[in-house]
């Protein structure tokens, strides 16, 4: 919630409502271990009756490989609270790597406005809310998807995130921060890497670094599809739910 938002009785009546319906449950199944924990650590729930199954991509086909030009500089951040994923940071860690490669370019998805301060608009596209129901935005959606060498969202919270998910299917390397359930999606020099959350330095630093490394990116992506056709389809997580039910 945004700061002031709410009074602190208002939060507390609500964390209480919360926790008295978590406790009377039989059972609780949650999308990342980083959730799990935070049901027995700030919820006090037993552990016994949590269980991570994770979560799916939402898409209505799993699409086909193409060939992919991992040459080329584009960055894709997709996500809709623009402020939360941290696309404020990733505009001036994209400034920082402009000077060292001009040839970058920065897609942004998501929020259906977005005022872009006029120092961080070189190299940068605003494609705005992207409908897939839509065919016209559908098309322009996986033509920048399939045109993108890698994927960042630099979230400042995260309890999960479907993006990288649909970006690896996509043969997508991923640049994650290192909190919430990230580190349960991207392994660092296997599928992507994990910058400090907060710091752009590092963040620019990592980005310009698997840039610079079209050959590294094919392997990444190749892995991180693996990846979520092993792990993160809603036939494994079903299969997982009636295995704890039964």
């Known amino acids: 919630y945004k700061k002031g938002t709410f009074s602190k009785s208002t939060i507390d009546k ?11 449950m039989d059972k609780i199944f949650t999308m990342s271990e980083y959730l799990r924990e935070s ?6 729930i037993s552990g016994d009756k949590i269980k991570t199954i994770g979560t799916g991509i939402n898409l209505d086909r ?13 960055i894709l951040f997709i996500g809709i609270d623009f402020f939360r994923k941290g696309g404020f940071e990733l505009l001036k860690s994209f400034r920082i790597i402009k000077e060292s490669i001009p040839t970058a370019r920065l897609h942004i998805i998501g929020p259906k406005k977005l005022d872009i301060p006029a120092e961080y608009e070189n190299g940068v596209e605003f494609h705005g ?14 033509e920048v998807i399939w045109n993108s060498s890698l994927f960042v969202m630099p979230s400042l919270y995260e309890p999960f995130g479907i ?9 997508i390397p991923c640049v ?56 993160f389809t809603w036939d494994i997580v ?9």
Request: proline share 5%; glycine share 8%.
């Open 14 to 24: 609500a964390f209480r409502y919360e926790r008295d319906v978590l406790q009377g």
């Open 62 to 74: 799993i699409p086909d490989v193409k060939v992919k030009d991992y040459e080329k500089k584009n």
């Open 39 to 44: 049901f027995i650590e700030d919820f006090g």
């Open 129 to 142: 809310f992207l409908s897939k129901n839509d065919p016209n935005q559908r098309k322009i959606f996986e």
């Open 176 to 231: 994650l921060t290192n909190n919430g359930a990230f580190p349960e999606i991207v392994s660092p020099g296997i599928n992507g890497e994990l910058a400090k959350v907060g710091d752009i330095n590092d963040l620019a630093d990592k980005i310009k670094y698997l840039l610079m490394n079209p050959d590294l990116l094919q392997i990444m992506g190749k892995e991180g599809r693996r990846i979520v056709l092993g792990k």
């Open 163 to 171: 993006a990288p998910l649909e970006a690896m299917i996509n043969e």
């Open 238 to 246: 079903v299969n997982k739910l009636i295995n704890e039910i039964n």
